[in-house]
């Protein structure tokens, strides 16, 4: 059964074992298509060293992404930041996901990250697409945010942060807080990006 985080603010920490170190942290959006909405799922992340960038489909959609073994905007599995998207999913099913995938190995070098989603096309009805945010951690209880029946108008919405601890622990926390754009919802949370056409970084 998952652990489902109903209250702004609510949290759930994860220990990981030993052989959980070596696996796949999966983020997944996922949502109905009952409206004709297109969601995109992305992240701001920030290292340990200092680094912070974001990852979502605005920038790695004119090609300039890649497979998760080389370092493109899509971002990289196998080395720094150890994050990486899978791909966009343009909403043509019944039901349609995006998934950000974190390497385990890379859990010492993450300090934190945002996760959120935004209506790329189509007008803003949360309501309607039953979205929902899916943190697996193998050999764990899968953590879910659920939007539930939110009726903001705008398009952007910060759902989770995750913070990776010192001791080999993760912290997934409900945020669920809407915004009018990346730039807004990095005021908010403190990321200090220079945003150019497209929410480019």
């Not at 493109?72 to 349609?96: A, E, F, L, M, V």
């Not at 539930?148 to 010192?166: H, L, P």
């Not at 409900?174 to 807004?184: A, E, M």
């Not at 200090?192 to 056409?197: D, I, S, V």
């Amino acid at each position: 059964m998952p652990i489902i985080l109903q209250k702004k603010g609510a949290q759930h920490h994860i220990q990981l074992q030993k052989d959980e170190q070596q696996g796949a942290i999966v983020i997944q959006l996922s949502w109905s298509n009952n409206a004709p909405v297109d969601l995109d799922l992305g992240c701001y992340y920030e290292l340990r060293n200092g680094k912070r960038k974001l990852i979502d489909a605005l920038q790695f959609g004119d090609g300039d992404g890649g497979p998760k073994d080389q370092i493109t905007k899509q971002g990289c599995y196998i080395n720094p930041p150890y994050i990486w998207h899978t791909g966009d999913d343009r909403g043509d099913n019944d039901s349609s996901n995006e998934t950000i995938i974190v390497n385990a190995k890379g859990l010492a070098d993450i300090k934190r990250i945002i996760v959120y989603a935004y209506i790329y096309e189509g007008a803003a009805k949360w309501s309607l697409t039953d979205a929902v945010v899916k943190v697996t951690v193998p050999h764990q209880q899968p953590v879910n945010v659920q939007m539930g029946e939110v009726n903001d108008k705008r398009r952007f919405c910060a759902i989770a942060q995750i913070d990776f601890d010192n001791d080999n622990s993760i912290t997934v926390k409900r945020l669920v807080s809407f915004h009018n754009s990346h730039s807004d919802c990095d005021i908010q949370y403190g990321w200090g990006f220079t945003y150019a056409q497209h929410a480019k970084s």
